[in-house]
């Protein structure tokens, strides 16, 4: 009797802790839309330039997102592009090739990876710019570049650590099908246990996006600013949303552009269900190619 | 007529953990026979398998003593001997385990599989061996008009034939068998032990069962394991 109504308050408790959750992000996302749903449209973007020819890049964009919204998708992209195969590289050593005792250290080292603050991590990465800026080039500073490397620091371990996870849950039976089909271990990695994982590894690459696309503490230190234009090169400088977002709201000089910070962080979050939905998909292909490409 | 010997076993010591597993097993079995092991479960049957193919290698914490020779290409050979790869072993000692393990893919590419893995890449002579090796798992007429499917909607006999047909498709000399029938029903069964007896022409087959029906029905030999060690093996 006692744990009949022990269950029933489990049971309670978890559903409680549920409606919690899921009224505390209708309630921030609801409350972002209401507030910014107005200040989002095309002069928010655009500016005063023509949106065709912007995205042509005919006309320079002075006062609109549409700077900010490049400068994230190209930061994310090279970030994750960088952290990709770093990461899945070092989680299939973990989980294949590493001795125990290697496993032990590097275990130890990627948890202190992880749990270095971002703001930490953007300190290095302008460290490592002035380093640059003083030994090699006058012309490199904080940039594009150094952004995204600092960024894919930041990022490596949810790939690193889904890679193993997802290699290691394989189960024993369809680890050695392969091998003792007269597999190598080289093979049985890349022909039968990535493509298993990759469904677990694209999980671990759409949280590095995430995190890629709304890290500010990183950015801010590493090259983003507030108003530069379009990106030239790698080693200049660009805009990005979260940084335009932490800006105008601490800037602001009035309303309407507390506002346009609102339609901002809308933006950014539909930025992001864009970059979620673009792996979603890559990693159904993915999976589906690997598994049965003719 | 005796037949000649194709697998020679001796002084195999087997530990796990540091709990042994096999004792001091020394056995013979005979060229084109079918040879059930059988056994309580524990007493070490699959782990023997696992020594005939070197795949107990793969698993951490396992050691082996002892010498296991296979008559292959017309010659014994060490199987644990460096001159040996251990992939080309498993090409000649094919192995087939005890639930249906069909890769997640088409069942031509699961038939196809082991001839990439040995980089043969004419499509022709791949698609001529899928076919043979088909027919001789006697599933060539159930699925030749889908074999771009997926192979784990077949059922759980069709998988466990498609298994043996991959097992087949490198033409091993050695097919060892884990309980293949342990999760068919008995209409399954049937149709794979039909398989054995019609394939025991052209290699030599090991059977781990439990079932003594099964063992009377198609074995031509019985080596008993019990806590590790053969009891009977005449």
Known sequence: MRYRSLERLTIIFA???????????????????????????????????????????????????????????????????????????????????ASPRAKRVLDAFFD????????????????????????????????????????????????????????????????????????TKFQNIFLVLIPRSLTGIMSGIILAIGRCAEDTAVIMLTGAVASTGLPRSLFAQYEALPFYIYYISSQYADRAELMQGYGASIILILLCAVLFSVAYGIRKGLTHFALYRP | MTPDIKIRVADLNFSYRDRTILQDVSVEFPEKTITALTGSSGAGKSTFLMTLNRLWENIPNAQMQGTVEIKLQNQFRDIYAPDLAVTELRKMVATVFQVPNPLPMSIRKNVAFPLKLSGERSRGLVDEKIEQALKMANLWDEVKDRLNEDARNLSGGQQQRLCIARALVLEPEVLLLDEPTSSLDQASTAVIEDLLLKLKDRLTILIVSHHPEQVKRIADKVVEFTDGRIITAP
């Open chain 1, 112 to 183: 202190v990876l992880s749990g270095i603050p971002s703001i930490v991590i953007g300190l290095f990465g302008f460290a490592f710019a002035v380093f640059l800026h003083k030994h090699y080039s006058d012309r490199i500073g904080p940039c594009l570049l150094i952004s995204s490397i600092a960024l894919s620091f930041l990022v490596l371990p949810y790939i690193i650590r889904t890679t193993q996870a997802s290699l290691e849950g394989i189960p024993r039976e369809t680890r050695l099908t392969a091998l003792a089909l007269g597999a």
């Open chain 1, 15 to 97: 559903w409680l802790t549920g409606l919690l959750l899921l009224s505390a992000v209708s309630l921030l996302l609801g409350y972002l839309f209401i507030k910014g749903y107005q200040s989002v449209n095309l002069t928010l973007i655009f500016g005063d330039a023509s949106p065709l020819r912007a995205i042509l890049l005919q006309e320079r964009v002075f006062n609109g997102l549409f700077p900010a919204i490049v400068g994230t998708l190209i930061l994310v992209l090279l970030s994750v592009f960088w952290a990709i195969p770093i990461g899945m590289a070092t989680g299939i050593y973990l989980a294949e090739y």
